[in-house]
């Protein structure tokens, strides 16, 4: 990787791989840098409009979503798309409510935004209509986690809350609204 930095986002998109944004110690970058697995090379994306670290990210419709994270010590209400095919960045509905160090993964076409420094719920966010809808609250107020959506529901791994790091993992079906907990 070309731009040394910590708390950036990576997401694999046809095939390749982007590593956007992050911290280099000093401050947050705009950096977008592509990674080819078949060719072993770098290449550099158009940088993102606002530059930060601890931001959301995932894949939908082979564009890339980068929601929230912090730059000066402030977290963001930012929601921006990389359009990879056309090298450009479309700014989208900002978040209801800036945040940074949450999860956001797809579920049939909608995102899922979990915890974070400011919020203790889940947020859906419709793509094709573009209305964020409060979901449910988390089991506790959770930051620093990861999600990923496996048939349709969403696990939440890790992260730290008021009693420290996690080490369990919890199951969120959003059909039903219910939370299970898994080891």
């Known amino acids: 990787m070309p731009t040394s930095r910590s708390r950036a986002g990576a997401v694999n998109v046809n095939g390749k791989i982007y590593v956007i944004g ?17 060719t072993n090379t770098w290449s550099a994306g158009t940088p993102m409009p606002t530059t930060s670290c601890n931001f959301g990210i995932c894949a939908l419709n082979g564009k890339i979503q980068v929601l929230g994270g912090a730059s000066g010590g402030n977290s963001l209400k930012a929601f921006e798309e990389y359009d990879p095919s056309l090298n450009i960045w479309t700014v989208k509905k900002s ?9 956001v993964s797809e579920i049939d076409g ?5 915890g974070g420094l400011t919020s203790n719920k889940i947020v859906e966010y419709d793509y094709t209509t573009g209305a964020y809808t409060s979901r449910s609250d988390l089991p506790s107020q959770l930051s620093g986690h990861c999600s990923i ?18 080490s369990n993992a919890v199951l969120y079906n959003p059909q039903q609204g219910i939370w299970k907990k898994n080891t």
Do not use: M, Q, R
């Open 95 to 103: 978040l209801n409510s800036a945040n940074s160090d949450f999860a």
């Open 22 to 38: 992050g911290y280099n110690g000093t401050s947050t970058l705009g950096t977008v840098e592509i990674y080819d697995p078949s």
């Open 149 to 166: 959506s496996v048939n349709g529901k969403l696990y939440i791994l890790g992260g730290y809350d008021v009693s420290g790091y996690l």
């Open 110 to 114: 909608k995102l899922y935004i979990s």
